[in-house]
């Protein structure tokens, strides 16, 4: 059974390794991590998250509740155009036990490639929601967190609620 990391786990931080083999394993965490995703009502989750150093996430588009998995995802473009919203995260929890929330601004759509469970070669154009949520996930797999692209008054905020969580 997977674990959660949280804020604080180093685990977080690290750069993740491509996935050169789409091995049974990959599958059995990626559908499990579809599971905690659901579980936890969260809208994505990448493999860091749950203690893999790999470069694969799953994700949920809000409006279709289309799954995707995706291996060695990759931003190709981003828009000029960009988009700020509240953002959240299953591994920065505050004192309640849920994610804590910050105002992020990101470019507001990506041309995203990937390699799906099949093996298949995909690309998609994502704006709104979708766009976000794969930034946010391939993030993680750079060892980056959304915390990161708030000024230091803000993230010492979060912060502060994400310690009272320990």
Sequence with gaps: MLQMKL?????????CEPVTEITPDVLDIMNEMVGMM???NGVGLAAPQVGHLKRFLVMMDPDTET????????????????????EGCLSVLGPDDLPVYANVTRPA??????????????????SGLPARIVQHETDHLDGVLFIDYLSP????????????HK
């Design 7 to 15: 804020c604080g786990d180093l685990i977080l931080r690290e750069k």
């Design 153 to 164: 008054v803000r993230r010492e905020m979060v912060m502060r609620k994400v310690r009272k």
């Design 38 to 40: 659901r579980d936890q």
């Design 109 to 126: 759509a990506v041309d995203v490639e990937w390699t799906d469970e099949h093996g298949q070669h995909l690309a998609a154009k994502m």
């Design 67 to 86: 799954v995707f998995k995706m291996i060695n995802p990759k931003i190709i473009t981003r828009s000029t155009d960009t988009c700020t919203m509240e």
